[in-house]
Nanobody, 117 residues
Framework: QVRLVESGGGLVQAGGSLRLSCVAF????????MGWYRQVPGKQREAVTT???????SYADSVKGRFTISRDNTKNTMYLQMDDLKPEDTAVYYC???????????WGQGTQVTVSS
């Protein structure tokens, strides 16, 4: 049984930083894409950033230059360093793992990030 556990959310002032972590437990295939998504009430969940097993990254335009995704394959762990946070970054952030073979898709429970102005 695969389980994703996020941590690191919280309340921060605009301009501040937070670091999110996501640990994957269970039988996840080695080749996968890990990513962070976020959602605010009344809106669709949106992709923030993704990273492949070999380290290729992609970012939403709204977070480029402020957020940095990384992963440690030996620990099945992914990180999101968020700097220069803005009130519009306020959302529930979800960890996602998508296996490249078979297409299995897993989600974490979400962690709240709130940025005050």
């Amino acid at each position: 049984q695969v389980r994703l556990v996020e941590s690191g959310g919280g309340l921060v002032q605009a301009g501040g930083s937070l670091r999110l972590s996501c640990v994957a437990f269970g039988p996840i295939r080695s080749y996968n894409t890990m990513g962070w998504y976020r959602q605010v009430p009344g809106k669709q969940r949106e992709a923030v950033t993704t990273i492949t097993t070999n380290g290729r990254t992609s970012y939403a335009d709204s977070v480029k230059g402020r957020f940095t995704i990384s992963r440690d394959n030996t620990k099945n762990t992914m990180y999101l360093q968020m700097d220069d946070l803005k009130p519009e970054d306020t959302a529930v952030y979800y960890c996602n793992v998508r296996e490249l073979i078979g297409g299995a898709n897993y989600w974490g429970q979400g962690t709240q990030v709130t940025v005050s102005s």
